[in-house]
């Protein structure tokens, strides 16, 4: 363009606007209006009024003044929240049980749970985040999983072995079911009196497998460390803690090795050596006594 | 003959009658014979000979209805007969009293009634005219089949009358009753009251995430809850519990739980009755800010309303670069019409768009 004989803003985006570089902007303030709601991502984003935006992990707030000001993915704050609960309870059942609790949460960076639960079965459970909100349980945000796994699993408090190998020969783990009775003969009687003491009713039984380190990577069994492997599976059927079993058949016991022994049998090659332990049923897996007293939740909110 | 022995009697409301229950030892009873007389008065208030060989004696509502009083206590005696119409000794006397039937309802849930709530606070109302009081109840929790999946257990002297139950499954129906005893031994109940539960969660994206870890037969919870939560100053009021209005002067702002870190953020609102010529929108990370203003204009083709986005950037402390757009114009439909305001920061650049909506109703 020609200004009084000069050359001025001659190429197509001369008149542009200067960049600006505003970061890490940390207020929001509104006035002068009516405002029906407020949406923030970090994505570029076609707000219309067609399509309401939906939370995401870029979304920064969302706020809708349903007679409040909140604008986050949850309606409580953080002077009210006491602690966040995460139970947990196998679909179609009616008891939650607490598995883990957050307390002493001060700022917003503290209002993050992450844990693995390794207690489940191969089930379909639901899980809720619970907001303690002045020490009263508020509302129950619910999803549901079904674990999916192949094999048996030996569980402890910080160690997981796994295998599919040789399960008890038959490849299944066939469990005894013990409880008391006792059989009385009566000399004027046909037939004998049966008597039930006490409640005792579990489960036990003997579990042989082979065990070796699994490479992910080359998605084959590392039979060379089988033996060190082994060592370690033994020390923690031998560190006196509870364990939990379970196979992919959808069967689970919270159990204690017991009878004072580990075998193995090396089935004719140092490659095919099975491990051998007996195990009793010593708790409830759905039981937030028995999960907290043999160390796999951080609380026991139900006592039950 | 031997005489009858006749049971306690439960105090009962005279307009529904009872059944009086008695034992006897003796030879088949053919018909028994109650006697009640009012306690003050001994004067017989019911007499009836009822022919049956059953060890009960039912007595009609429309004798006790007609003849006896409730808050009034009473005594009973009873003889047999036997087949040869031999009519046996008096029985032992019992005392009873009459009282009104209790009124015991949940307060606050009806039969078909849906719960939003994982957890809801049933409420109970008793009342009775004699006022007799409510000494003890339960509240029992069944499925769909009747089948009983909880109980609070009995609870006793509760002046709350309310029991809160948790737990409850999205989309599930149930029954709740409460069953109790007064003072004077009456049972209470409240029936099966059916209801089903409809969970309103908000928070379904992210809040709660789930993952199977197949080699640690284990599942991954992790929680991505954000809290925000905004402060007024001055005058704020919320329009059918769906807007905020600050145009007495109030102010809403977020200051506390966010920060827009990346370069590139998207901000978007629904707005009406915006001030002219005023600023509605302000972003700010404490030294530059980003303003928006509300404008109207004519530029040849009538009245039209655009909005203008003034960017400061503070560069040093006596140089501050400004960066002006203006959104495209519009004509507003009515005075309160609502206006979509978006606006697009990419790297230093900016979008700004607005959308005349009309009149619609407040989400």
């Given at each position: 363009m020609m200004f009084f004989g000069s050359g001025i803003l001659g190429y197509s985006h001369s008149a542009d606007p200067t960049l600006v570089n505003i970061n890490n902007s940390n207020s929001v303030t509104l006035e002068n209006s009516v405002c029906d709601e407020i949406y923030t991502s970090l994505d570029i984003e076609n707000y219309n009024s067609t399509t309401k935006p939906e939370w995401s992990s870029n979304t920064i707030f969302y706020a809708k003044f349903h007679g409040n000001l909140f604008a986050g993915n949850v309606e409580y704050t953080l002077s009210t929240l006491s602690a966040l609960r995460v139970k947990r309870r196998p679909m179609g059942s009616y008891k939650w049980i607490t598995l883990h609790e957050l307390?002493?949460?001060k700022k917003v960076e503290d209002v993050r749970i992450e844990f693995k639960d390794i207690t489940p079965l191969m089930q379909e459970y639901e899980y809720a985040l619970v907001p303690v909100i002045n020490n009263v349980e508020g509302e129950y945000t619910i999803e549901s999983i079904k674990p999916d796994f192949r094999g048996v699993f030996i569980v402890g408090q910080d160690k997981i072995f796994h295998t599919v190998l040789n399960i008890n020969s038959c490849g299944e783990i066939l469990p005894q079911r013990n409880f008391a009775s006792a059989t009385a003969t009566p000399l004027d009687s046909k037939y004998p009196y049966v008597f039930y003491n006490g409640i005792n009713n579990y489960d036990s039984g003997t579990l042989a497998a082979t065990y070796a380190p699994f490479d992910k990577e080359n998605c084959?069994?590392?039979?060379?460390?089988?033996?060190?492997?082994?060592?370690?599976?033994?020390?923690?059927?031998?560190?006196?803690?509870?364990?939990?079993?379970?196979?992919?058949?959808?069967?689970?016991?919270?159990?204690?090795?017991?009878?004072?022994?580990?075998?193995?049998?090396?089935?004719?090659?140092?490659?095919?050596?099975?491990?051998?332990?007996?195990?009793?049923?010593?708790?409830?897996?759905?039981?937030?006594?028995?999960?907290?007293?043999s160390g796999f939740a951080n609380c026991n909110v139900e006592g039950s | 003959m031997l005489s009858p022995i006749l049971y306690a009697i439960d105090n009962f409301d005279v307009s529904k009658g009872t059944t009086v229950k008695f034992y006897y030892t003796g030879e088949q009873v053919f018909a028994s014979r109650l006697t009640i007389k009012d306690n003050e008065t001994l004067?017989?208030?019911?007499?009836?000979?009822?022919?049956?060989?059953?060890?009960?004696?039912?007595?009609?509502?429309?004798?006790?209805?007609?003849?006896?009083?409730?808050?009034?206590?009473?005594?009973?005696?009873?003889?047999?007969?036997?087949?040869?119409?031999?009519?046996?000794?008096?029985?032992?006397?019992?005392?009873?009293?009459?009282?009104?039937?209790?009124?015991?309802?949940?307060?606050?849930?009806n039969d078909g009634d849906i719960i939003s709530d994982a957890s809801y606070p049933f409420k109970l109302s008793y009342s009775q005219k004699e006022n007799i009081a409510l000494s003890q109840y339960i509240v029992t929790l069944y499925d769909y089949g009747h089948n009983q999946v909880w109980s609070s257990g009995a609870i006793y002297n509760d002046a709350s009358l309310s029991v809160t139950i948790g737990g409850?499954?999205?989309?599930?129906?149930?029954?709740?009753?409460?069953?109790?005893?007064?003072?004077?031994?009456?049972?209470?109940?409240?029936?099966?009251?059916?209801?089903?539960?409809?969970?309103?969660?908000?928070?379904?994206?992210?809040?709660?995430?789930?993952?199977?870890?197949?080699?640690?037969?284990?599942?991954?919870?992790?929680?991505?809850?954000?809290?925000?939560?905004?402060?007024?100053?001055?005058?704020?009021s919320y329009i059918d519990n769906a807007a905020v209005d600050m145009r007495n002067g109030g102010k809403v702002i977020f200051d506390d739980g966010f920060s827009l870190k990346k370069n590139t953020f998207t901000i978007g609102g629904i707005w009406r009755n915006i001030e002219d010529y005023s600023t509605f929108l302000e972003i700010s990370n404490g030294v530059d800010s980003i303003k928006l203003t509300w404008n109207k204009g004519n530029f040849g083709d009538g009245e039209v309303y655009y909005a203008e986005l003034t960017a400061n950037t503070k560069i040093n402390s006596?140089?501050?670069?400004?960066?002006?757009?203006?959104?495209?114009?519009?004509?507003?439909?009515?005075?309160?019409?609502?206006?979509?305001?978006?606006?697009?920061?990419?790297?230093?650049?900016?979008?700004?768009?607005?959308?005349?909506?009309?009149?619609?109703?407040?989400?």
């Amino acid at each position: 363009m020609m200004f009084f004989g000069s050359g001025i803003l001659g190429y197509s985006h001369s008149a542009d606007p200067t960049l600006v570089n505003i970061n890490n902007s940390n207020s929001v303030t509104l006035e002068n209006s009516v405002c029906d709601e407020i949406y923030t991502s970090l994505d570029i984003e076609n707000y219309n009024s067609t399509t309401k935006p939906e939370w995401s992990s870029n979304t920064i707030f969302y706020a809708k003044f349903h007679g409040n000001l909140f604008a986050g993915n949850v309606e409580y704050t953080l002077s009210t929240l006491s602690a966040l609960r995460v139970k947990r309870r196998p679909m179609g059942s009616y008891k939650w049980i607490t598995l883990h609790e957050l307390t002493g949460i001060k700022k917003v960076e503290d209002v993050r749970i992450e844990f693995k639960d390794i207690t489940p079965l191969m089930q379909e459970y639901e899980y809720a985040l619970v907001p303690v909100i002045n020490n009263v349980e508020g509302e129950y945000t619910i999803e549901s999983i079904k674990p999916d796994f192949r094999g048996v699993f030996i569980v402890g408090q910080d160690k997981i072995f796994h295998t599919v190998l040789n399960i008890n020969s038959c490849g299944e783990i066939l469990p005894q079911r013990n409880f008391a009775s006792a059989t009385a003969t009566p000399l004027d009687s046909k037939y004998p009196y049966v008597f039930y003491n006490g409640i005792n009713n579990y489960d036990s039984g003997t579990l042989a497998a082979t065990y070796a380190p699994f490479d992910k990577e080359n998605c084959e069994w590392d039979f060379e460390n089988a033996c060190k492997y082994r060592n370690e599976l033994k020390d923690m059927l031998t560190d006196g803690r509870p364990k939990i079993i379970k196979y992919d058949d959808g069967c689970g016991w919270l159990v204690a090795v017991v009878n004072n022994s580990i075998t193995e049998n090396a089935n004719g090659s140092k490659y095919n050596v099975v491990t051998s332990f007996d195990w009793t049923e010593i708790g409830n897996l759905e039981s937030s006594n028995d999960l907290y007293f043999s160390g796999f939740a951080n609380c026991n909110v139900e006592g039950s | 003959m031997l005489s009858p022995i006749l049971y306690a009697i439960d105090n009962f409301d005279v307009s529904k009658g009872t059944t009086v229950k008695f034992y006897y030892t003796g030879e088949q009873v053919f018909a028994s014979r109650l006697t009640i007389k009012d306690n003050e008065t001994l004067k017989t208030v019911y007499q009836e000979k009822v022919v049956s060989m059953q060890l009960y004696h039912p007595v009609a509502a429309e004798f006790t209805s007609e003849k006896m009083v409730n808050g009034k206590t009473y005594v009973a005696t009873l003889t047999v007969f036997d087949k040869n119409d031999n009519e046996s000794p008096v029985s032992n006397s019992v005392l009873f009293t009459c009282y009104s039937t209790p009124i015991f309802k949940f307060s606050n849930v009806n039969d078909g009634d849906i719960i939003s709530d994982a957890s809801y606070p049933f409420k109970l109302s008793y009342s009775q005219k004699e006022n007799i009081a409510l000494s003890q109840y339960i509240v029992t929790l069944y499925d769909y089949g009747h089948n009983q999946v909880w109980s609070s257990g009995a609870i006793y002297n509760d002046a709350s009358l309310s029991v809160t139950i948790g737990g409850l499954t999205d989309n599930a129906n149930y029954y709740v009753r409460a069953t109790g005893n007064t003072a004077a031994n009456i049972e209470v109940d409240t029936g099966y009251i059916g209801f089903s539960v409809n969970i309103v969660n908000p928070n379904t994206f992210l809040v709660l995430s789930l993952e199977n870890v197949a080699d640690e037969s284990s599942v991954k919870v992790t929680t991505n809850i954000v809290i925000v939560e905004g402060r007024s100053e001055g005058n704020i009021s919320y329009i059918d519990n769906a807007a905020v209005d600050m145009r007495n002067g109030g102010k809403v702002i977020f200051d506390d739980g966010f920060s827009l870190k990346k370069n590139t953020f998207t901000i978007g609102g629904i707005w009406r009755n915006i001030e002219d010529y005023s600023t509605f929108l302000e972003i700010s990370n404490g030294v530059d800010s980003i303003k928006l203003t509300w404008n109207k204009g004519n530029f040849g083709d009538g009245e039209v309303y655009y909005a203008e986005l003034t960017a400061n950037t503070k560069i040093n402390s006596s140089f501050t670069l400004t960066y002006i757009i203006q959104s495209n114009h519009i004509t507003l439909a009515s005075t309160d019409s609502c206006v979509l305001i978006a606006i697009q920061k990419i790297d230093g650049l900016f979008n700004l768009n607005i959308k005349d909506l009309g009149e619609v109703a407040f989400t």
